[in-house]
T-cell receptor, first 117, second 113 residues
Framework: DAMVIQNPRYQVTQFGKPVTLSCSQT?????MYWYQQKSSQAPKLLFH???????NEADTPDNFQSRRPNTSFCFLDIRSPGLGDAAMYLC????????????????FGPGTRLLVL | KQEVTQIPAALSVPEGENLVLNCSFT??????LQWFRQDPGKGLTSLLL?????REQTSGRLNASLDKSSGRSTLYIAASQPGDSATYLC????????????FGKGTHLIIQP
């Protein structure tokens, strides 16, 4: 089945130690998103890629970076994790290019829960 | 800046009841609105997407309506089942087809057997 895959599902890191979260998709969608969801909070958009074009949200801390080496993969790098970065990180994809529900729907992966010690 | 609010924050009803979840947004200039379901510790599952030109969408026992001018959407769940227990999130796309979503905090729904 076509899907959005996130690895690992759980990640434990130490305060200040760089960590990378991975997302891959078999949907061949041209747009990929990263959201951060803290406990009992709404998911918050960090950034997204439209093809190779990177779009950063204005209030996303510089500590968060992203890479998209090809259509299928997208990475979230946290350069120096702090205790406040503990959260669920959600990757999503969509296919842009025409106004239809199929093309506009965002499809989410299962998420990676990050714990910072 | 778009803000999305969902009421109630939590809801518990007996199995078989019909129920309505509410979502409101501050900027009516939206591109589309999407309803998701989230099970504990899991990712989001898309339920319905309503484009800005539409008034409602239906999928099985779910019906979502959109009143863009008043900044409101409702998700109607008919004949609720214990398996419907989850958190339901409303999200709006304000910018365009490829833009990210602004989410509400969700309604935590419990269906009592």
């Amino acid at each position: 089945d076509a899907m959005v895959i996130q690895n690992p599902r759980y990640q434990v890191t130490q305060f200040g130690k760089p960590v990378t979260l991975s997302c891959s998709q078999t949907l061949n969608h041209n747009v990929m998103y990263w959201y951060q969801q803290k406990s009992s909070q709404a998911p918050k958009l960090l950034f997204h890629y439209y093809d190779k074009d990177f779009n950063n949200e204005a209030d996303t801390p510089d500590n968060f970076q992203s890479r998209r080496p090809n259509t299928s993969f997208c990475f979230l790098d946290i350069r120096s994790p702090g205790l406040g970065d503990a959260a669920m990180y959600l990757c999503a994809t969509s296919r842009d290019g025409g106004a239809s529900a199929v093309r506009e729907t965002q499809y989410f992966g299962p998420g990676t829960r990050l714990l910072v010690l | 800046k778009q803000e999305v609010t969902q009421i109630p924050a939590a809801l518990s009803v007996p199995e078989g009841e019909n129920l309505v979840l509410n979502c409101s947004f501050t900027d009516s200039a939206i591109y589309n609105l999407q309803w998701f379901r989230q099970d504990p510790g899991k990712g989001l599952t898309s339920l319905l997407l309503i484009q800005s030109s539409q008034r409602e969408q239906t999928s099985g026992r779910l019906n979502a309506s959109l009143d863009k001018s008043s900044g409101r959407s409702t998700l109607y769940i008919a004949a609720s089942q214990p398996g419907d227990s989850a958190t339901y999130l409303c999200a709006v796309n304000s910018g365009g087809g490829a833009d990210g979503l602004t989410f509400g905090k969700g309604t935590h729904l419990i269906i009592q057997p």
